[in-house]
């Protein structure tokens, strides 16, 4: 870090060229040399006069959804649906980090304690102090950049990995960030709240030692890097189907769908989200200006008796039935993303059975809430696996159980497990970049 920040570089705070307000930005990055660290601060207000924080574990984050590094009419490197694989990651840590460290940056809703009585506290600034409530009504005292968020490029554009820096000589089309925004009240505690997105501020290091400057172009040489790439599978609404099954039975539904952004492509690891197509699904009705569910939409919702296995290239990868329990879920995420900080009973449909109702023995559950079924329960059902292989076809086998759950008794009131769903997925491609004797460049499938 010394070496970086010394005489020989420069640091700009790089306001945007054009910005609309919760709908899109963009920063045209002026010519010069700079260092792959671009960091991006972003802040929002809200309308009312109480603070209030983020149910998602990325806080600030959660209102990015596209964003893309370009150099002219080139795309370098870009993440669509960039919200809900960065509440991803923001989980993909050790929980002491999470708590003491990311969700101070990101002032996300990740990292957990366990308290005194024995119940588990979700980092919320209801359980941390009014001082970690990144949301206050604009012109409010607090309404301060101690509130603002400081996202790392790098986790959105893993060719900033790959490169020593960024030179205008070499990238001379025009250097410009492009963020588009999704401003979704679920990712809120109070989804009634009405945001306002400041405007977003570039931190640049500018490499101002022409000798320096000179000794990484020379340097610069064709690398290898995992671009991020995503795609959707639908699930149908199966609600009527559940609603007329008898107690007690059971009816599956299976989906087989190719994912056809991968065909051709040198794949990685992957991680599969399940998503509610009704965003209503998330949103808790408290009569007053309504709750998220538990961590909002952000995040991976657990189904009923699920069974995932994939097809490379006409071929199974998972002998038997496949991931056909909740353990093996998790545990082939963890073997490839490696730890998911996750509250417990987060990959199951709930704690117990029939466990709804007053908290009897809370013990190592989430506290802090009217029953022990806390609507977060279910929502890190996360999938993910390492491929590691060239795929000319990826097909998924996917199976949920439908059943009937008509009774505020059962413990799946809040999880509607019949609903129509969409699989995010998310996979590492491998990507390179080659550059010419004449000062030009080449972005490839490996």
């Known amino acids: 870090m010394s070496a970086i920040y010394s005489t020989i570089v420069k640091s700009h705070q790089l306001d945007p060229t054009h910005h609309t307000t919760n709908k899109r930005t963009t920063f045209k990055i002026p010519d010069g040399a700079y260092y792959t660290n671009l960091r991006l601060i972003l802040g929002a207000n809200i309308t009312t006069a109480a603070n209030s924080n983020f149910c998602a574990h990325a806080g600030m984050f959660s209102f990015i959804k596209h964003i893309r590094l370009m150099d002219g ?56 102090g009014a001082e970690y409530q990144p949301l206050v009504q604009a012109g409010n005292a607090e309404d301060n950049d101690k509130k603002d968020a400081y996202l790392d490029l790098r986790k959105c554009f893993p060719l900033l990995e790959a490169l020593p820096y960024l030179d205008s000589d070499v990238f001379n089309n025009g250097l410009r960030l492009e963020i588009e925004y999704d401003v979704n009240p679920v990712a809120l505690v109070k989804t009634a709240l009405a945001v306002n997105l400041k405007k977003p501020v570039l ?91 538990g961590f909002g939409e952000f995040t991976s919702q657990v189904q009923f008796k699920e069974k995932i296995n994939l097809a490379i290239n006409g071929e199974k ?105 969409e699989l995010h997925f998310y996979a590492e491609v491998q990507k390179q970049i080659n550059f010419n004797a004449n000062g030009g460049y080449l972005i490839s499938y490996v």
């Open 73 to 128: 009419g080139v795309e370098l490197d870009s993440l669509r649906n960039a919200n809900r694989y960065l509440n991803f990651k923001e989980a993909n840590n050790s929980n002491s980090d999470n708590y003491n460290v990311n969700s101070i940056i990101s002032k996300g809703n990740v990292g957990f304690a366990l308290e005194s009585d024995g119940f588990v506290a979700r980092n919320q600034s209801v359980f941390r």
């Open 203 to 293: 931190l640049l290091d500018e490499i101002m030692d022409n000798g320096v400057r000179s000794n990484l172009k020379n340097k610069l040489k064709g690398t290898m890097y995992t671009a991020i790439e995503g795609d959707l599978i639908t699930v149908a609404d199966q609600s009527a189907v559940a609603a007329a099954l008898g107690t007690g039975v059971e009816q599956k539904q299976s989906v087989k769908e190719r994912l056809k952004s991968y065909d051709n492509k040198l794949v990685g690891r992957m991680v599969m989200m399940n998503v509610f197509v009704d965003k209503t699904k998330y949103i808790v009705d408290s009569g007053v200006d309504n709750d998220s569910s």
């Open 317 to 421: 990868i998972l002998s038997g039935e496949g991931i056909d329990t909740p353990a093996k879920k998790a545990s082939f995420l963890e073997d490839a993303w490696g730890p998911v900080n996750c509250i417990p009973f987060g990959i199951r449909p709930a704690i117990g059975d029939g466990v709804n109702g007053a908290v009897t023995n809370g013990i190592g559950v989430v506290g802090g809430e009217a029953n022990m079924d806390f609507s977060g329960v279910g929502q890190f059902a996360y999938f993910g696996l390492d491929i590691s292989t060239r795929v000319n076809q990826l097909q998924l086998d996917y199976e949920r159980a439908i059943i009937l759950d008509a009774t505020a008794a059962k413990p799946y009131k809040t999880k509607p497990i019949a609903s129509a769903l």
